[in-house]
């Protein structure tokens, strides 16, 4: 490798990851808590005896499922200013995202709660507690566990999607490594840098899951 | 019995001589099967009542019925000094919460919350639902495990404990809500046949301190024993009632003959 790649790999380096660190880790961060709480909501709308509500709930995941993740960044982004509504880079990819890992989680949590025996509804209504209670005291707590591995890969997709961000002109890792790359033409090392940087983050966040599944093991049977 | 006794159930709120519970022409129906055709059940203060029968024939649905865990399509429940719950409109919040308030129950699965220690477990109800101080139910719950030989099991999770040890966890957090009525299904049918007596012990003593069950059971000799009453049900109806010494010794019904040689001759 000659000195001046080295060279512009080492000057790269800090650029890239701080376009981790203030683009891509917390619009991931970000995204994943909103996503989550709308995801709950979606999930309990899905397991609505109430049909119109339900269906409501099955066609948004039936949409956002179905549609790319760039189309709908792209609609809120490029397509809402054309009907008057203006929304900057880092909010339209904030909202583009939540609602995606929304769709998806949604289906997730779903099975999760269907998971819980029935016996532990049961046993909640006969202390007395409500339908409200009984879920977030006993079958959330027990449908989390089940459901931290398919929510962490939701998670570290969540993570190299943010990727698409670069192309509404959110300053995150990938737009770093492109601008440079760009400037410099060196384009090969520039991509195989950021995806080193992406690849690290992945790793970090896979331990991280194996640190909360044990966490969340101490009441189950070995 | 002391007035402090943590297995003492609860003082009365209404006349002594009306019973706890009345039910009245309980129906229920999965799809096209009535499992339910218009049961009565009685349950005086104080006396337990055991419902036996064949499997299916619909006992631990009017058990289910008592505390709105199954919906029937017709008939009443009524506790003393509480507001009758007629089935034949969709039970309001309000009606199931009365008839949960009013009783607690010991599931054949145990139904432990796997995610909360034996000490949380019990407390639970009292705590989230009654909104009892933590501390003073902390003490009452100590006090019931202790009785029931699962003092030094409090921090445990259910996974650490045998099926008979969970059991009486599941009969104490039933009995730290204070209700006036216990609900057993099948306490015993998921134990291995070593851990019964442990649990059937505890049962019993409830009985002899006053506590009103209604009991599901195969365990006919232990029903003998200790409940008041004998409900002998067979395809959704009540073949023949009574005190054991009639049902069990001496059955007028064909019917309940029938079972008893075919469980008698194993």
New interface residues.
Partial sequence: MNESLWDLLLRSFLPIVGGAVTGTIPLALLSFALGLVIALGIALMRLSRISVVSGIARVYISIIRGTPLLVQLFVIFYGLPSIGILVDPWPSAIIAFSLNVGGYAAEVIRAAILSVPKGQWEAGYTIGMSRGQTLVRVILPQAARVSVPPLSNTFISLVKDTSLASLILVTELFRQAQEIAAFSQEFMALYIEAAVVYWVICLVLSSAQSVLEKRLDRYVAH | MSPTDPLAPAPLDAPIEAPLLVARGIRKSFGDVEVLQSIDLTVPRGNVVALIGPSGSGKTTVLRSL???EVPEAGTVEFAGGDVVDFAQRPT?RQ??SL??R???V?Q?F??????TVLENVI??PV???KRPKAEATADARALLERVGLGAKADA???ELSGGQQQRVGIV??LA?KPQLL?FDEPTSALDPELVGDVLDVIRELATEGWTMVLVTHELTFASHVADTIVFMDGGVVVESGPPSEVLQNPREPRTKQFLHRLLDR
């Fill in positions: 505390n709105g865990l919040k199931l919460a949960r308030d009783s607690a129950m599931f699965q139904n432990l919350f796997p995610h909360r639970e109800g989230q639902v009654q999770y259910p996974f957090r039933a809500l609900l």
